[in-house]
């Protein structure tokens, strides 16, 4: 299976990891590890070899990207209260910056703006869905939709709320 995969895998490893001979390398040994525990089990069936190698591939190449661009930025978040917080706290020291506490406020003063600027129709599912956790069942009865409708109107909600921030996310980035 490595002989027959590996030049493929390789190639899309090379792609996924933006021409890094020593990541993509990396990525195709790690999958073809993966591969070998999953076989060895021997309590499952791979129709399609490749298709499946080149899954596992994918998923590690993604998760990889998305530790790196963690890594590379301090993500804030809205805590309990309503306020943002900073997720990449120190634990040490629990006390934010004075310049985290400004870009605190100022995010979440920006964020309360686009939230007021939603539409009802979708201001209170969006409320019920991301504020409360509630389920699509409960915000579908809420508000007379069915589930689909529900979850599609946060889908709209989120959407126009990225649109919304996007040019303050471009202005601190």
Same mark, same amino acid.
């Given at each position: 299976?490595?002989?027959? &995969?590996?030049?493929y =895998? &390789?190639g899309l490893?090379l792609?996924w990891?933006?021409?890094? /001979? *020593? ?6 040994s790690?999958?073809?590890?993966? *591969?070998?525990?999953v076989?060895?089990s021997?309590?499952?069936? #791979?129709? $399609? ?5 080149g899954?596992m =591939?994918h ?5 990889r &990207?998305?530790r790196?661009r =963690? ?7 809205l805590d &309990?209260?309503?306020?943002v917080?900073?997720?990449a706290?120190? /634990?040490?020291?629990p =006390?934010?910056?004075?310049e985290t506490? #400004? ?6 003063a920006?964020?309360e703006? *686009?939230?007021?600027t939603l ?6 599912p969006? $409320?019920m869905?991301? #504020? $409360? ?6 915000i579908?009865?809420r ?5 689909? $409708? *529900? ?5 709209q909600?989120?959407?126009?709320l990225?649109d919304?921030l996007a ?5 601190m980035?």
């Amino acid at each position: 299976m490595y002989e027959e &995969h590996r030049g493929y =895998l &390789h190639g899309l490893s090379l792609r996924w990891s933006a021409g890094n /001979h *020593a990541e993509a390398e990396d990525a195709v040994s790690d999958v073809f590890c993966r *591969a070998v525990d999953v076989l060895s089990s021997g309590n499952t069936v #791979i129709l $399609n070899e490749r298709a499946w190698l080149g899954r596992m =591939l994918h998923n590690r190449c993604v998760d990889r &990207h998305r530790r790196r661009r =963690l890594e590379a930025q301090e993500p804030l978040v809205l805590d &309990h209260e309503g306020d943002v917080g900073d997720m990449a706290a120190d /634990h040490d020291n629990p =006390l934010p910056t004075p310049e985290t506490e #400004i870009l605190n406020r100022e995010l979440g003063a920006v964020l309360e703006c *686009a939230l007021d600027t939603l539409p009802d129709t979708l201001k209170g599912p969006l $409320n019920m869905r991301l #504020i $409360n956790g509630e389920p699509y069942g409960a915000i579908a009865e809420r508000f007379g939709l069915s589930q689909a $409708n *529900a979850r599609k109107r946060v889908q709209q909600a989120r959407e126009l709320l990225r649109d919304r921030l996007a040019g303050y996310m471009t202005e601190m980035g």
